[in-house]
């Protein structure tokens, strides 16, 4: 199994990205998949997840209504579109997923959100 992310970058206040994580070995629509991020000196924290139950969708109250989750079948990816980026929304971002005792990580990517 293996969970590529991509599209991290440096971006000033108030822009945009867009993260992506490919899989492989996995098909995702079986799977809970999310974002999590690790700021510098700071605990992991869930961003955002996609249930793999019933397919709700679950965000953290710093992004929420910022940040969108979103999954690809054709694709078999995982996205997370990101406006209105903050400074403190500077971290690594890791994508996952999730299912019972199953639970595969990317390698992260790097957000910088600076003027």
């Known amino acids: 199994v293996q969970l590529q992310a991509s599209g991290g970058g440096l971006v000033q206040p108030g822009g945009s990205l867009r993260l992506s994580c490919v899989a492989s070995?996995?098909?995702?629509?079986?799977?809970?998949i999310g974002w999590f991020r690790q700021a510098p000196g700071k605990d992991l924290e869930g961003v955002a997840c996609?249930?793999?139950?019933?397919?709700?969708?679950n965000y953290a109250d710093s992004v929420r209504g910022r940040f969108t989750i979103s999954r690809d079948d054709s694709k078999n990816t995982l996205d997370l579109q990101m406006n209105s980026l903050r400074p403190e929304d500077t971290a690594i971002y890791y994508c996952?997923?999730?299912?019972?005792?199953?639970?595969?990580w990317g390698q992260g990517t790097q957000v910088t959100v600076s003027s």
């Open positions: 070995g996995i098909v995702l629509n079986f799977y809970s």
């Open positions: 996609i249930s793999g139950s019933d397919g709700g969708t």
């Open positions: 996952n997923v999730q299912r019972g005792r199953l639970n595969y």
